[in-house]
Nanobody, 123 residues
Framework: QVQLVESGGGLVQTGGSLRLSCAAS????????MGWFRQAPGKERALVAA????????YYADSVKGRFTISRDNAKTTVYLQMNSLKPEDTAVYYC????????????????WGQGTQVTVSS
């Protein structure tokens, strides 16, 4: 099982930017599709963005499309989520997750999870 550690969360004002990083270890990173999920208090964990094993296919939730960018660097075994034009509704704990090879859209289909990093956007 691949092990994942998120970093880069914090407090930012509306309109600001953050870059989240997820460092992977334990297995061959290039064999995994990666997703970023977020969970706000009282809400279900929801997929924000995902990227397949090669980086050639990306998915974004409508709520973040045009503002967030997912990328991966297989040589560094790291996946990133660049978040621009942040809004208060983006406030949540953000998790990275890994699935074999391809993009998955349900949290239940991901095999490995990071511990989460808090993102708070103030108005």
């Amino acid at each position: 099982q691949v092990q994942l550690v998120e970093s880069g969360g914090g407090l930012v004002q509306t309109g600001g930017s953050l870059r989240l990083s997820c460092a992977a270890s334990g297995r061959t990173f290039r064999n995994y599709g990666m997703g970023w999920f977020r969970q706000a208090p009282g809400k279900e964990r929801a997929l924000v963005a995902a990227i397949n094993w090669s980086g050639g296919i990306k998915y974004y939730a409508d709520s973040v499309k045009g503002r967030f960018t997912i990328s991966r660097d297989n040589a560094k075994t790291t996946v990133y989520l660049q978040m621009n034009s942040l809004k208060p509704e983006d406030t949540a704990v953000y998790y990275c997750a890994a699935s074999p090879y391809n993009i998955k859209y349900s949290a239940a289909d991901y095999e490995s999870w990071g511990q989460g990093t808090q993102v708070t956007v103030s108005s």
